[in-house]
């Protein structure tokens, strides 16, 4: 199982280069103010140059229409919404190839809303939070055991160098996205943690390759 690594909450163009060169499989960028880590729409200029690596704009309940120029002026391939933006909406950015639906998790998953988004491109599980996400703090990953059999979803929340290897094999997402864990400071990323981080869960990807070979 290949399990992809997004890198998230990147603010500099220096930290996206060096996660694309250490292995990042995609690259994410928050829009939305709440966000410790949020941009201006005039970072789009700077983004819209990056290349060789899927970019992803984050945003949080913000009206489509913003959602649309933000992605065409920075060239994204993807958005993700962590808000309550409806299916409808997502369906209108191209939910089924280029929308990733975060889920919150509390307490409990909310399967009746995982079911609502289990058609677009990825459903993401993250911590619930005021903020929407960004926390550091992970959610118990053993709620996970209710997701739907065959879904290929994203983790995120808490994850950090040390732990990762551990998250991916006791609940095999499809990919992990972080941005505190690997952080110097909020919105400045730690290049060793990005380093080790990136290799960690690609060490996970070399034992299942090796399991399933034997």
Known sequence: MRVTVKICGLTTPTDARAAAVEGADFLGFVFFPESSRSLETSASSWIRVIEGVPKVGVFRDEDEATVRKVRVDAALDLVQLHGSEPPEM?????????????????????????????????????????????????????????????????????????????????????????????????????????????????????????????
């Open 90 to 214: 997502c369906e209108a950015l191209g939910g089924r190839a280029r929308v990733i639906k975060a889920i919150s998790v509390g307490q409990q998953i909310d399967l009746g809303k995982v079911a609502e988004y289990a058609w677009v491109a990825r459903v993401l599980f993250d911590t619930a939070s005021p903020s929407g996400g960004g926390t550091g703090t992970p959610f118990d990953w053993n709620l996970l055991a209710e997701a739907p059999a065959g879904l290929e979803f994203w983790l995120a929340g808490g994850l950090t160098p040390e732990n990762v290897a551990g998250a991916v094999a006791q609940v095999g997402p499809a990919g992990v996205d972080v941005a505190s864990g690997v952080e110097a400071a909020p919105g400045r990323k730690d290049l060793d943690k990005v380093r080790r981080f990136i290799a960690a869960v690609k060490g996970v990807r070399t034992f299942e390759e090796g399991r399933v070979k034997s």
